[in-house]
Structure formats: C-alpha cells, structure tokens
C-alpha cells in the first residue's frame, strides 16, 4: 500500500517546537527529500525534511505537502541520520544541524548552479569560406559579426565571454549570428574550483617509508582491514614524517575502493596540504574551508554528493561530506580547538567523525604531536589505539631551546621585544641564508591605552574589553577584537581630559615595526587576521615564504603548526606565558601544545635549527617541558591533577549561557536558570552526579552591547543529563529577552 501520510522536520523552527510535523504526501515523495510545506494559520511556506513514511496519521485537519526541491541536493540516509544525531547529540534544532550538511545554494528554489555558455559555428569549413567572400546581403556586413566568425573557424569554440570581450565584437553581434544559425550557443555547468591547477602536476611515485614509519603503518593497516569502526591515535614527535604514514594509509583505503576524509585545523595549512594532496590523487580531491566562496563551496559539495570525488581535505565543516562508503577519517593536529564548533551546533568534529565511522564500520586516524588529554587518556586506556612515532624523519633532531628570562633584559635596559640572544639568532639566520619563524599570539600595535593620570584604559563602548591599537598608513586606530568596532586614537583622556595617553603590551604589528628598526636588512611577511583577510591571501604568502622571498615569518597561531618548512632553522617566540594567565583548565595544555608545535618548525632539515623562548616566567614548568619535547612527562602531570580535580576527561563540562541587552532582565532570568536546574537536580535527577557552579559574569561579560551571565555544570553526558539540558532549552526558547545556549565540553571559555 503507499504511503499517504509524511513526518517532517522544519528548517526554521524555535528550539520548543522543533519535533516532526505530520503532511499528506506529494506523488512519490521519498525518505530525505527537502520539501515545501504550509505552516501556521497563514500556511506560510516553509521548508522541511522528509525524516518518515507512514500510511496513517492520528491527527485531524492534516495539511499536504506543498512541492519538493530538486532531489539531487535530497539527503541520504545516512545524511539524515547525521542530522538527528547531531540535533541530539548537541541539543541543536533540526535545521541547524541540515545547514551543516547541505549548503545555502542547495536550498534555494533556483539553486545557483554556474552555467558556461559556448559559442560554436554550425557550419562546415567551406560554408564559412563561402559566407565570409559573399557581397551584400548574402554575405556578413558587420565587422564585429566576422571577428566572431573567423576566431570561431580557427579556434572551433569559444567561451561567450572571450568573444564579447574581444576588441570590435559585442553580445549583439553574437545574438545576432545566433539568431541567423550561423553559430549555436552550448549551456553546460561549469564547476568553480580554486585548487584545481593544484591538480594539473601530478606525482605518482611511491611513499618511500622509514623502517620507523613502516612499522607504525604497519599497525594502522591492521586496523584498516578490521571490518569493524575503530580508532588509532598517531603520536609522533614533530618532524617524525606523520604524512606520510597518513598519505599511505589513504592510497591503501582509496585502493579497496572506499572513500576518504581528511581534516585540517586551520585554512592557513590547507594550501600545504591541498598541494600535497591534489598533485597525487588529482580531480579525485575536493577541498572545503570557510574562505570558498558560496558557489566554490555549493560546487565541492556538488561534485561529492554526484561520486566524482573520493578524497575530502578540509577544516571543520569538511567532517559533514556527502560521501559514501566512507573508510577513512584523518583528523590531523587532532589536539586543536579549532574542531569544535563555537556556534550552533556547538559539535566537535571529533565526535562526528567518531560517529560516521561507526555508521561506514570506518577507522578514525587521529594523528598529533600533542595530543589532547582526553585522546591520549584513551589511546592509555585502550579505547584507542596508540601508534607512536619517536624519531624524526631521516634521522634530523629536535631542535635545542633557549629559554631568554625577559625580566632580566628590563633589568640591563633593553625595553624592545626582541630580547638580546633574539637579535643575534636572527642576524646568524641572516648570514647563512636561511629563514626564521617568529611567533607572537598577539596582534595589532600595542594592546592597552591608558591615561597616566587617572589610569583609565580605552575599552570598547560595546564589550568589556580594552581596544587594541593598530598602525596604518592612514593614521592609527583603535580596534575592539571582540565586535569590530573602530575609532580614532583620541588625544585627550575620555574620562579626565588628560593628554597622557600611555601605550601598553605589543602585537605583531609593533613587532613587525621593531624588526624593521634593527634588522633592516630583513625582510618580513606578517601573517594574522589583519594581513590575510583577501581570498587566498594564506595561499599566496605561505608560497612566497617557502619561494624565499622573505627572511622571516611572523604571525599568530597561524605559523605555529603543521608547516614543514626546510629553510627555517630559527624558531623564536616573543612572549611564551601569555597563554598561560587565564581563567582556563585547559591553559597548561593549549600552552605546552603550541609551544611544542611552534618550536618543532624549526630544523626540519640536516641543517638542524634553534628555538628562542622568551618568558618573563623561565622557571614554568609546562615552558620547561615545552622546551624538551617531553609530552608523556607533561601528560602525566597534568592528567593526575585533572583526575584530582574532576576535570576532563574525567567529567563532562556544560557551560549555561544567559545571554540579554537588558541587564536588569539578565539578572533576574539567571536567578531563574539556577532555581529550575537546581530543582530538577533535587527532584527527577536526583541519582545523577552533577556539580553546579554560578550563576556568574562571563569572563568577558558584556559582547556587542549584549551582557552574558554562567553556569557551569560538572557532570557525566548520557541520555538523562542530556534530557535536562533539553527541558531547560526547551524552557527559555519561550523567553522573548533572553537567549540560553548550552555548550558540551566548549574548548575555550
């Protein structure tokens, strides 16, 4: 019997009421199709997912389905399931959890698919030699008609847009040859792919592994050829050549026919990565960031979703691929916060990789030098399996650290930020024609202003945050890094009309200025969100530092990991304990990391290298570590002082956030959240572990003209906690001034 009756969800409803709707079926409707549907007393059309097939329904008055999109953006069935358990894995509505999966460009009732059009001649040789020698009417008067005609019968076709743009030609003249049927106009679909000249030199000779890297390969295709979903977490010093033990893991999965993603951290390693990727496995590559625009994007998607692609590299959003038969998913640097999502849905790609292996009975390859705690507590405790790299590639060593006490250049007079053991490190760099990277986690000019009289400090009008000065051509500013918002540098203190303005601290920017200042000879490529805000600007400046067209990289957390540089022989870090001073669990992990990451950029060839640290805390013991390479050791103290402490991953950790423009209203719906959790703590969840804590001020307690009031909670995340978070979402959907987000294990606060 068919099925007349359909369970949807919407795309755009409140937290509340986001369950499956009930519809009449259109004609062949199937399981995953996006579809139109009336909702509401003014039936506005509204677009949903067929999650359910059914030939009966209890409800009366029950509405039909409107019309169905083009069911070649409709979702699988295993792309549904993804959705559902990403809405309930995270606490996300449906439609939030459908956009991670489908993009903007699929959704539309025309989707913007780019079409190329192609002029070709429908004439034989000898008809056109025949055409171009008539005279009057039966022969071709306009100029611009015969520029056409002539490119045409030596070129065979041609874009339209070459031939409008030639000199002496225009669209009318095309029309016109069209209309007379001298020349036909093809309309095929044209896929925009910024990496494909990536794909025009291929590379197809075999990965030559050390007898090291063979034997962790090794015990990675053991798993590979387990039909069954599993895990391996790839630890292995920096430099200890963990692509390549990935890269022949990929060709053996590729060969049993199975397909492959691959995530990156950050956009600024994908070009390295995409490079490596593209020249080896060509056309069969499709790559997804943040910095394609929508149609790149929309056609990457497009090209998976039709089978043309079994090789996905990306960040984050790359994890939701449309692809089938997935076998593998490699998560390198898997340590970094930038695979959990700090918007809605708040998922960690991890956990959606963990998940897609089980649906495809898939290894997931977690692959990093410092590998985060809860990873490596599980690599020690079996659930994952450990695979370990000691050595680095091709018998290069670590390179040595120096730690430089800042305190004790402000002592013998030296106020710059290059420290004096900095200075002579790079002029040795200079002298031997190599390179230097320079880490800074900092950027802009000076990251304080405040007046020497009344000690006010310049914030933003918005946040409860200080401005930040930036340099520029045009005059200096003031910049919130937390909004955007912008202004003048005043001359006059705002609060007590003082002209005693102090500048503070430094970014990268005033660094860039005082290398310029005593290192003229030098050059420079800063890399940070100021200077690498165009398309591809990442691309184009990581090409000419490894061209050598620069002496010295300087930047944020953006040149700290993953590049492999061989040139680089110097590693210096300007201020290495700023990352720890903050109200984190996590800061001595995130600390130790970087630090590691950074310091093994250098010597990564048989010219070997140095790092300089500089710290105004020498004796730092996560900085000491740091400097030794030495992550079991720091793991072992850092994992007994989270099992002492009940941190993760021996806990789970939600973060409440009341979020309001109104203060007063704040207030009092915070004093709400901790009754109504605390009294469903006393009464239906009384048998669950729960530590509550707050409600307080957020650390930065008021964003773009909105204040922000916590709670957190300690827990272990199942079904019932995970019901709670729910009923409390599912209760301040409702409000109309305040907004209530919750965030599961958030990597920074």
């Known amino acids: 019997m068919d099925c007349v009756y359909c369970e949807v969800y919407l795309f755009d409803a409140p937290y509340h009421i986001d369950r499956p709707f009930d519809y009449l079926c259109a004609d062949d409707l199937t399981v995953g199709d996006i579809v139109k549907v009336p909702f509401g007393r003014a039936d506005r059309l509204r677009l949903a997912a067929v999650t359910k097939l059914k030939d009966s329904c209890d409800a009366e008055g029950v509405k039909r389905v409107h019309s169905v999109l083009d069911r070649r953006f409709s979702l699988s069935e295993e792309m549904l399931k993804l959705c559902l358990f990403l809405k309930g894995h995270t606490l996300s509505t449906f439609g939030e959890a459908v956009r991670c999966l489908i993009p903007s460009g699929a959704l539309s009732d025309i989707p913007n698919v780019k079409i190329k059009k192609t002029c070709v001649l429908t004439l034989s040789a000898e008809e056109v030699d025949s055409l171009l020698q008539a005279k009057g009417r039966a022969g071709i008067r306009s100029d611009g008609q015969r520029l056409i005609i002539e490119y045409l019968r030596d070129i065979g076709s041609a874009d339209i847009e070459l031939l409008r743009a030639m000199p002496g030609t225009s669209y009318a003249n095309i029309s016109a040859l069209r209309d007379k049927g001298i020349i036909k106009i093809l309309e095929s679909e044209s896929i925009r792919n910024p990496y ?111 089978g043309e692609v079994d090789l996905v590299i990306g960040t984050r959003s790359a994890i939701f691929a449309p692809l089938e038969n997935i076998g593998l998913i490699v998560i390198d640097e898997e340590h970094e916060h930038t695979y959990k999502s700090e918007s809605d849905p708040k998922y960690h790609a991890r956990d959606i990789a963990a998940y897609r292996c089980g649906q495809n009975n898939a290894l997931m390859l977690l692959a990093s030098a410092t590998p985060s705690l809860e990873s490596f507590y599980k690599a020690k405790s079996g659930s994952y399996t450990l695979v370990t790299l000691t050595e ?49 986690n900092r950027r802009g000019y000076s990251t304080q202003i405040n007046c020497k009289e009344c000690g006010e400090v310049l914030s933003c009008s918005r946040c409860s945050v200080s401005l930040t000065y ?94 492999d540089f061989p040139r680089v022989t110097l590693v210096g870090v300007a201020l290495a304990d700023t990352s720890l001073h903050v109200s984190d669990f996590r800061a001595a992990e995130k600390t130790f990391s970087l630090l590691t990451q950074v310091i093994g950029r250098a010597g990564r060839a048989t010219d070997g290298g140095i790092a300089v640290i500089q710290t105004f805390a020498p004796k730092n013991e996560v900085i000491r570590l740091a400097c030794l390479q030495d992550y079991e050791k720091f793991y072992e103290g850092e994992i007994a002082l989270r099992r002492e402490l009940s941190y993760p991953p021996f806990c789970d950790i939600v973060y409440l956030t009341l979020t309001s423009e109104d203060e007063a209203e704040l207030m009092k719906e915070s004093k709400h959240l901790s009754d109504s959790i605390l009294e469903r703590m006393r009464s239906d969840y009384s048998k669950l572990p729960f530590i509550v804590f707050g409600p307080f001020e957020a650390q930065v307690y008021k964003i773009n003209d909105k204040y922000r009031m916590r709670m957190v909670v300690k827990c272990k995340l199942n079904r019932d906690s995970r019901l709670l978070f729910h009923q409390l979402l599912c209760e301040f959907s409702t409000a109309r001034h305040v907004t209530l987000s919750v965030d599961m294990n958030p990597m920074t606060i």
């Open 196 to 306: 494909a000249e990536y794909a025009r030199i291929r590379n197809n000779a075999p990965i030559e592994l050390s007898p090291h890297q063979q034997l962790a390969y090794e015990s990675i295709e053991r798993e590979l050829m387990c039909d069954a979903a599993r895990a391996v977490l790839l630890f292995g010093v920096t430099g200890s050549g963990k692509t390549k033990v990935i890269m022949k893991a990929i060709d053996k999965t590729l060969s049993e026919g199975r397909s492959v993603i691959m995530l990156v951290p950050e956009i600024a390693l994908t070009p390295q990565t995409v490079n490596i990727f593209c020249t080896r496995y060509g056309e069969r590559v499709a790559v997804i960031h943040s910095s394609l625009s929508q149609g790149e994007r929309f056609d990457a998607w497009r090209r998976i979703k039709r």
């Open 392 to 440: 680095r590639y091709g018998g290069v060593r670590l390179p040595d650290a120096i730690i430089v006490d800042m305190r004790e250049e402000l002592r013998l007079g030296n106020t710059s930020p290059i420290s004096d053991r900095l200075h002579k490190s790079l002029k040795s760099v200079y002298e031997n024609e190599r390179q230097a990277i320079l880490f800074l």
């Open 470 to 563: 930036h340099n520029g051509p045009e005059g200096g500013k003031l910049l919130c890094h937390m909004c955007g918002y912008t202004q003048s540098v005043p001359k006059k203190c705002p609060s007590c009309s003082a002209e005693k303005l102090s500048f503070l601290g430094y970014g990268t920017q005033k660094l860039d200025a005082e290398l310029n200042k005593y290192l003229p000879d030098m050059s420079v490529l800063r890399m940070d969100a100021d200077t690498t805000g165009t398309k591809l600007s990442y691309d184009r400046m990581l090409e000419d530092f490894r061209e050598g067209r620069a002496d010295i990289l300087l930047g944020t957390q953006m040149v700290a990991k993953g590049h």
